[in-house]
């Protein structure tokens, strides 16, 4: 059974950052693109960024340029270094495959930047 639990949000001033982990358990396999959404309260969630199996990378545009997605298949770990941080940036974060899966959605992390 796959698990997927988020962790590092936090409060940061504007401009501060702050880095995601995300912890996969399960047999969700190296060989899945995984991704970070985001959402925020009255919001669709929202992509943020992807890394496929081969470490590529993709981000939405508000966030290219100040967001590093990486992973770390011996740890079954992925992680969403933050930079320069907006208060457009909170939001709840979660991890999830590329696309998602339903059934995998955790509890996300509470990321809230103060102006």
């Known amino acids: 059974q796959v698990q997927l639990v988020e962790s590092g949000g936090g409060l940061v001033e504007t401009g501060g950052s702050l880095t995601l982990s995300c912890a996969i358990s399960?047999?969700?396999?190296?060989?899945?693109?995984m991704a970070w959404y985001r959402q925020t309260p009255g919001k669709e969630r929202e992509w943020v960024a992807t890394?496929?199996?081969?470490?590529?990378?993709n981000y939405a545009g508000s966030v290219q340029g100040r967001f590093i997605f990486s992973r770390d298949d011996a740890r079954n770990m992925v992680y969403l270094q933050m930079n320069s941080l907006k208060p457009e940036d909170t939001a709840v974060y979660y991890c999830?495959?590329?696309?998602?899966?339903?059934?995998?959605w955790g509890q996300g992390t509470q990321v809230t930047v103060s102006s």
């Open positions: 399960g047999t969700i396999g190296t060989a899945y693109s």
């Open positions: 999830n495959q590329a696309p998602p899966q339903s059934q995998f």
């Open positions: 890394i496929g199996s081969r470490g590529t990378t």
